[in-house]
């Protein structure tokens, strides 16, 4: 069978035949039958708008990998840290590279003064964390001369330490001020995942539990990156036009606000807080099926259409996490939903399956964290795709700043009616 597919031009008789590599043919195959003969395809279902050597994922089977790693391995023995070298850099760094790495993101942990005392003390005292995030890492890049040189490897790496290393920061003080306490500085004594709980936590006296430091590493890892997701495509086409990354990287993270994509971990707690009992999940259920009792948070992914890999560890961190915790009084309503959604046809037919915010927000609730904190907790550890990404896109000889066009579906010309006579 050969590796090709031919495509007819029905109004001409013309055909072109392309290649097909990785189930992919290039859409230029259209360009030479016609070149103002467009494909519609909203939201991108059938469209593959670059060529990506960072994250693979195969929907069907449940399969992630980081650089050709499975995520299972990475998640049980590697660093967060450890991960983002290996996502920017494509391999796992030796000792000597993870001392640098290491030691390079823990001097670019502090912020600028002002960012704290002039911009975040400007929100209104309830604003929400990730609305202040969105902002705050935008306003970042105003205080970097060189973050416009995209087009300067150094300034390029210097930037990608920058964001990586201050995003647990500003998160931290998104939170702080959000209940009136005083901004905990970084503390470079500590590991990536351990200085972000005591940012976070510190009153007075605070240690923060190994086996928590452990978890809130593994799920950073977990996140890290998931291919052309809503955020990620959004650095993508922010990133094409050059602008800055704190800017492309404020883009990613307003698309990953959303509740059907970063924002489902805030909605599953509240979902489950509104069922409420094991007694109204059969009745919920129903809800969600007739469509009266919108969708089942948590559930379905675009790509996988088997289970998600990452649902599937955070599980068992769930376990270990409440062992030191106490259990999140949510998990039962959680595992009765799982158990009764997984055998009812409506989604057994759809191939929905838990995702990974379907326990995240459990953990992170049992962590301490508020749930408006939670897509903030998600963008931290996505940043590292984030500039993957970018960095990727900036080198790519084939991508041209992101230009769709559009099937226009408007009225034809008409002359203007003065207000008078309309
Ligand atoms: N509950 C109930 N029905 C659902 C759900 C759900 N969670 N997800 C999809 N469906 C149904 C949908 O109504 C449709 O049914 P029908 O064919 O009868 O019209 C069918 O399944 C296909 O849905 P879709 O909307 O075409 O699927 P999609 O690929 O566009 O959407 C999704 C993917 C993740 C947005 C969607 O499954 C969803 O809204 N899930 C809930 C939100 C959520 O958990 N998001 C987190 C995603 S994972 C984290 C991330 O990567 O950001």
Not at 42 to 59: H, R, W
Not at 110 to 131: C, L, Q, S, T
Request: charge should be negative; charged fraction near 20%.
């Amino acid at each position: 069978m050969p590796d090709t597919i031919t495509i007819t031009d029905d109004r001409t008789g013309k055909t072109v035949t392309v290649p097909i590599e990785g189930g992919v043919f290039p859409a230029s195959a259209i360009r030479e039958l016609d070149p103002s003969l467009f494909v519609y395809d909203p939201a991108y279902l059938q469209t593959a708008a670059c060529k990506s050597a960072i994250t693979y994922l195969d929907g069907d089977n449940g399969i992630l990998r980081y650089r050709g790693y499975p995520i299972e391995q990475l998640a049980e023995q590697s660093t967060y840290l450890e991960v983002a070298y290996l996502l920017l850099n494509g391999e796992l760094p030796d000792s000597t590279q993870l001392a640098q790495w290491k030691s390079d993101v823990t001097s670019h942990t502090f912020i600028h003064e002002n960012m704290r005392k002039r911009f975040v003390d400007g929100f209104h005292y309830n604003a929400h964390p990730m609305g202040m995030l969105v902002s705050a890492l935008a306003a970042l890049g105003t205080f970097y001369d060189d973050a416009k040189d995209t087009d300067d490897k150094a300034s390029r790496d210097k930037q990608i330490l920058r964001l990586i290393a201050k995003t647990p920061t500003l998160a931290a003080m998104c939170y702080r001020f959000s209940v009136g306490l005083p901004f905990v500085y970084p503390n470079n004594d500590l590991s990536f995942p351990a200085n972000f709980l005591n940012m976070m936590w510190r009153v007075g006296d605070y240690n923060v539990d190994p086996r928590l430091e452990r978890a809130m590493d593994v799920l950073f890892i977990l996140h890290a990156d998931h291919e052309q997701n809503c955020g990620t495509t959004a650095m993508r086409v922010v990133g094409s036009s050059h602008a800055d990354p704190y800017s492309s990287a404020a883009a990613a993270a307003s698309a990953l606000y959303g509740p059907l994509h970063g924002g489902a971990n805030e909605a599953v707690v509240h979902m489950l807080a509104e069922i409420g009992s094991l007694d109204n999940v059969p009745a919920f259920i129903e809800e969600v099926k007739s469509g009266t009792g919108g969708r089942l948070m948590g559930f379905g992914h675009r790509v996988y259409k088997n289970y998600d890999p990452r649902a599937t560890i955070i599980k068992q961190t769930a376990y270990e996490v409440f062992e030191v915790t106490g259990k999140n009084p949510l998990l039962d309503i959680a595992l009765k939903l799982e158990e009764v959604a997984l055998s009812d046809s409506y989604f057994i037919d759809r191939k929905l399956y838990p995702n990974v915010d379907f326990y995240s927000g459990l953990i992170y609730q049992a962590l301490g964290f508020p749930v408006a904190m939670f897509t903030v907790l998600f963008a931290i550890p996505r940043m590292a795709g984030w500039l993957a990404h970018w960095q990727e896109l900036l080198g790519d000889k084939e991508q041209k700043i992101s230009r769709p066009r559009q099937w226009y579906a408007g009225v034809e010309a008409r002359d203007y009616v003065p207000l008078a006579a309309r």
